[in-house]
Structure formats: C-alpha cells, structure tokens
C-alpha cells in the first residue's frame, strides 16, 4: 500500500510539474523544456514499469543466436514419373507419380545428422544445439557455427541436389544415303561433318525433323513427356443374355497416340558425360478408324495405324548430340536422336 | 485514484500554479531535478521488482500452428468403359510450420533457459494461444522470438504456367534456350493458349486448371431382366485447357526446385458421333502435351519447363516461380 500512494504521489508531482511546465515552456526557456521532456520520458517509464512491460535484453547471454535453415528442397521427395502404358502391374494406365518418392539426403533428421558430423562436429558437444523443426534445421548456436552449416548446405548438398538436365528427344526421318551414315553413328555422338550432312538432306527434301520435344529433369529422375492425344473408339460390345431378352453393351476404349518417352538422365561428377536411359513410343491411327458392322450388336471400330516402341540406355555426350536407335518400318527409318545439356548444378 | 487521474490532477495545479507568476523558471527547474532523481530511484527499485515477478501474457500462435494440406490436381484422362482408376500415390500428411509442442519446447530451450524454472514459470497451449507466465524480461524475449519466427516461415511463392504455341520463329529459340529473357517472355506470353497461376507455401502442393469441361453422351449402362432389356444414357465430362500441378521447393535463395505435372489439353469439337445398337454416343479426342518432371528454376525468371517444337500443333510449357 505505502509503494501504491509512494507512486501515486510521484505521479502527482511530476503531473504538477509537467503541467506548470507546460506553461513555462510556453514563455521560451529552451533549457526547462528540455527537462521536462525528460522528465516525461522518466515519468512514462515507470509507468510502463510498473504496468509490467519492461524491456528484455537484446543478446542472449550465451552468446547464442537462433537461426532457421530451410532445407523443404533437400527433403522433399523426388518423385519418379510414370508414362502411360498397357496395364503393367498395378501402375496406371495413364501413368501419373510412382508410388515411392525418394528423397535426395534421406528426412530432416538424417539431413540433420549430416549437419552435425561434417559441420564443427565439436560444436555440438559444447552447448551449440541443432534440431529438426518442421520443414527446417533449428539452430542455437555461435553465429560462426550457423554460418559454417548454412555454407555447407548450400555448397554440398544443394549444389548436387539441384542438377538439371534439358533434356531433348528428336526424331528424324531420312533417305539414303544419310540413313545409312546415321546408322553408323548409332550409340555415338552426331560430328560436324555428319550434322552438316543432315542439314544439307533436310534442304534436299531428303530428311525431316517429325518431331522435336524437350523437358527439364532433375539429375536421377525418371520423367514422362507426352505429345500426342487420347482417342475414344467404340472397340467392343459385351452381351448380356436373360431369359426371352438380350442387349449388347458397347465398350468404349481409349488410343494413346503420339509420342511419349520415359527417360532417365543421370548426372556424375564428372558433368560432360551424361548416363541416359529412355524408353520411347510412338503411335499414329488412321483416320477414320476402320468400321465394322456386327449386326445386333451395331457398329464397331478397329483401329490401325504405325507404331513404334525404342529403349535405349547409352552414355552421351553433354550438350552433344547422340544417334540413340533406329526404327524402320514400311520403307521409312527414323532416328532418334538425343541431346542432354547439364544446366545447373556445377560445382 | 488512478495514476491517470492523478496526473491529470497534477497537470491541473500545476497549469493553475503557474498561470498567476511572472518569473517561474528556477524554482521550477529546481523542482524538476529533485522530481528527475526521485523517479530515477523509482525506476530503478520498480524495475528490480518487475524482473522478480512473473507475469501472465497470452500470445496468439495460431497463424503459425495452421497446417498447410497438399492441393494436387489429377490430370484428367479418357477412360475406357468399366475403367477403375488406380490408387493415387499418398499425398503428403497435412503440415505446420510450427508445431506448438515444439514452439513450447523452442521457447523455453531459447528463451533464458533458467527462467522457466522459477516459481509459477510456464506456458500452457490453449486453443492456439499460449498463456506464459514468466517474468517480463522473458516476455520481451519471447515476443521478438514470435517476430522472427512469423518472419522466417514466410516463405509464400507463386507460379506462373503458361501454354504458348510455337511458330516458325520460335522454335529455333525455343528448342535451345533454358530461361528467356525479359523481352522474349513478355513476347511469348502475351498470347497463350491458357495460363494459369498457381500460389501457396514454400514446399507445398499445389494444382490449378483454367480452361473449357464438355460434357457429352460418353457410354450406355445396359440393364437386363427376364424378357426386357434397357440402356441407361451414362454421361461423362471430358475437360479442355491447361492443368498445373508444382510442388514448389524454395532453395537457400536464389531458386527453387519445382517437382511438375503439367499439361496443355485440347478437345475437338464438335465431338464424333458414334451409332451404337442403342442410339449414337460420342466420341472425344484429345490432343495433349504433357510434362512430368522436376527440375530447378531460377526465381523470377521464365524457363521451358518442357513442349514440342516440330510435330502437330507444336507449343511448349512456360513457368515462372517467384517468392512473395
């Protein structure tokens, strides 16, 4: 009770004053204005103070600092794609994420433990801490030691996890004699001499580009392209018999056409070489689909048209282009031709 | 009586005082400076007594406990008759950027450890707010911990998809070119087939579609029964646009790595009749381009994610994430 009146007397005064200052400052003395501005400044402080809203400490004692490292690329799965396909197994029809995504350093408690022994591994024996929190690394620790794992993060983990390969798929249709050298240089890089003489056959009319896709990838990743369409055809009717009745139920199926690549580039230290698996199809459907005409069970169509299906695992060249396959059919030859360009990543 | 009132009281008095002297300059001056070191002495006892005492404050941390759920989006197919679609590969658990037992645990590892071994120190979660007793040093603390941690989860991006066609010009450029600069992307841009963009957390799922559904006369349901048989009209939606589905992670700065289903689809119309025993039904095709892929990206900048620049109806993917 004697500090409540103690305070409210205080109050009081520096109020009286500050009031009759009011005034007095108002008549021009710069030096008494001064302090009772002061004195309001001190007079708000204590209130404040005795409202309980004192002011904390900018530094921690311990000297340590809280820091984040948001690490949501490191973790986060990289998920394979899956293109479409006849039924295989479980997967989709029409592809879509494998089941399993991988993730490039393992959880945020392994990426953790990466931190903790290649980073001051001492650190951490004398009061730093690092923990997992959320999506991220949580830091208390010297600001050289935050530092030290934000700079290893970003060199030696991020660098690698972050390659990516332009990846782009070409087909080329051609004559002799080009098909033939084209043949030759299967599984081996396109020379200057022979990229001259593709463009030279592509001026003669004697080559053409039929298709020319491209798609971003990171490094290890299998990805699934599709240019091309779905096509609903009546292919089918089922019968259902009873008793004096029966009735055909007609099935719709679906043609995947165009082109379509599963493909899988991988990136070793060594960045001018690039290890490449692809798996290609291609479909065309004449058009219209042949009808044939059933009888009860009304008209159905049968589709026809070229198909083509290429794998090709092979070493390439960075930024190089590679005869990967030949298909021929119907006295046409198709090449297809790959060029991987490692655009991220380097060290 | 209030302190407010007393000092209103004071500043009254004081105003009547001095209004009736001439000269009150030094007497005043004098007062002030004993005023000055009484409330000095007062601070300094009062602000040895508020560091002894704990105190209650709430704090509301539910912004920074919300969970943030995946939004994917399926690319859409046609399907044969009596298709059942496979089990879609498990979206990830909903997530917080802070789970408030871990912020509890954050505060009291981080925030004068000994503190909280004081009498009557403690936090209590309750319905997103935490109710801290502590002294109120600890409470400055703890309310620049809050700061930084609202400050270091806003990590919010933004992508950009977009569909454009590839004409003759283009493809040379297109074929080879990771990122487009300024000019080219404003180019290329202004006339996409569909675009759209997409916005959200660093790390999370997300999915959008703009375009044009169709529906049409897909297939017949045939029912059958002892001397009468029907076909139930079944129909079905085929959709016609772009379809975005990024998974946008947020590298140390200067990127992110985007994980994509991307996919530019386009219906012919009008759509192909078909008779059938019970009456015609449709037929849709679908022309499509599709990107399955991850990769990283610049921020702010426009890269091909993928496309087809020599082919039918050539056109690439375009997409440009940026941090909000």
């Keep these: ?347 | 009586m209030r302190r407010p009132a007393l000092l209103a009281l004071g500043l009254l008095c004081g105003a009547l005082a001095v209004s009736g002297q001439e000269d009150a300059g030094d007497p005043l001056l004098r007062e002030i400076d004993r005023m000055k070191r009484l409330l000095e002495e007062r601070i300094a006892k009062a602000a040895a007594q508020a560091e002894e005492r704990v105190v209650l404050r709430t704090y509301d941390v539910s912004d920074l406990c919300t969970r943030l759920s995946d939004h994917g989006v399926a690319l859409e197919n046609l399907t044969p008759s009596k298709y059942e679609a496979p089990r879609e590969a498990d979206e990830s658990e909903p997530w917080a950027a802070y789970e408030i037992d871990s912020l509890i645990e954050l505060m009291k590892s981080a925030v004068e450890p000994a503190s909280w071994e004081m009498e009557g120190a403690d936090i209590q979660p309750k319905n997103g707010r935490l109710f801290i007793r502590a002294i109120p040093r600890v409470h400055g603390r703890i309310e620049r911990m809050l700061a930084w941690c609202r400050t270091s989860m806003d990590r919010r991006v933004s992508v950009d998809v977009a569909v454009v066609p590839v004409g003759d010009g283009d493809a040379a450029l297109l074929a080879n070119a990771l990122e487009l600069t300024a000019d080219e992307a404003r180019r290329l841009l202004a006339q996409p087939l569909a675009a759209v963009t997409l916005s959200g957390f660093d790390g999370q799922l997300l999915g959008g579609r703009a375009g044009r559904e169709i529906s049409y006369l897909r297939d017949y349901e045939v029912e059958i029964a002892d001397g009468a048989a029907i076909a139930d009209p079944a129909g079905g939606k085929v959709f016609s646009g772009c379809t975005a589905e990024v998974r946008a992670c947020l590298d140390g700065g200067e990127g992110a790595i985007l994980h994509c289903q991307l996919e530019m689809s386009r219906v012919a119309e009008p759509l192909s009749v078909h008779p059938t025993a019970h009456g015609p039904i449709e037929l849709p095709t679908k022309r499509l381009t599709r990107v399955q892929a991850s990769f990283w990206a610049p921020l702010g900048r426009t890269v091909v994610a993928g496309g087809c620049t020599a082919g039918e109806e050539p056109c690439v993917i375009l997409v440009t994430a940026r941090r909000r």
């Design chain 1, 1 to 347: 009770m004697r500090s409540r009146l103690g305070s409210a007397a205080i109050h009081a005064a520096a109020g009286f004053l500050l009031g009759a200052a009011a005034l007095a400052g108002g008549q021009g003395d710069e030096d008494l204005r001064e302090k009772l501005i002061e004195l309001e400044s001190l007079s708000a402080r204590l209130r404040a103070l005795e409202a309980g809203s004192g002011e904390a400490p900018a530094v921690d004692e311990r000297g340590l600092e809280l820091d984040r490292i948001h690490i949501t690329d490191l973790h986060a799965g990289v998920p394979d794609y899956v293109g479409p396909r006849p039924r295989v197994g479980e997967t989709s029809v029409f592809g879509g994420r494998a089941e399993e995504a991988p993730q490039t350093y393992g959880t945020v408690e392994e990426i953790l433990e990466i931190v903790r022994t290649s980073v001051r591994p001492e650190a951490w024996e004398s009061g730093s801490q690092i923990q997992p929190f959320g999506q991220s690394l949580l830091l208390l620790a010297p600001p050289d030691v935050s530092r030290a794992a934000r700079a290893f993060i970003d060199t030696e983990l991020r660098l690698d996890a972050r390659r990516t390969v332009n990846l782009q798929i070409g087909i080329l249709e051609a004559e002799e004699p080009l098909a033939a050298a084209l043949a030759a240089a299967t599984g081996g890089d396109i020379d200057p001499a022979l990229r001259a003489r593709i463009e030279e056959a592509a001026q003669a009319g004697k080559a053409r580009r039929v298709f020319d896709g491209r798609v971003l990838a990171l490094s290890r990743q299998q990805i699934a392209f599709w240019h091309g369409a779905q096509a609903a055809t009546v292919v089918d009717a089922d019968v259902e018999v009873a008793a004096r009745s029966a009735v055909a139920d007609p099935f719709v199926g679906v043609e995947l056409l165009g082109t379509r690549f599963e493909a899988r580039a991988t990136v070793a230290d060594d960045p001018a070489r690039v290890r490449l698996r692809i798996s290609l199809a291609s479909d065309e459907m004449d058009l219209p689909p042949r009808a044939a005409e059933t009888g009860d069970t009304g008209e159905l169509q049968m589709p026809a048209g070229a198909m083509a299906r290429i794998d090709a695992d092979l070493w390439t060249g960075n930024d190089r282009w590679t005869v990967a396959a030949e298909r021929s059919a119907h006295g046409r030859r198709r090449f297809l031709l790959v060029r991987p360009s490692v655009i991220g990543g380097a060290r």
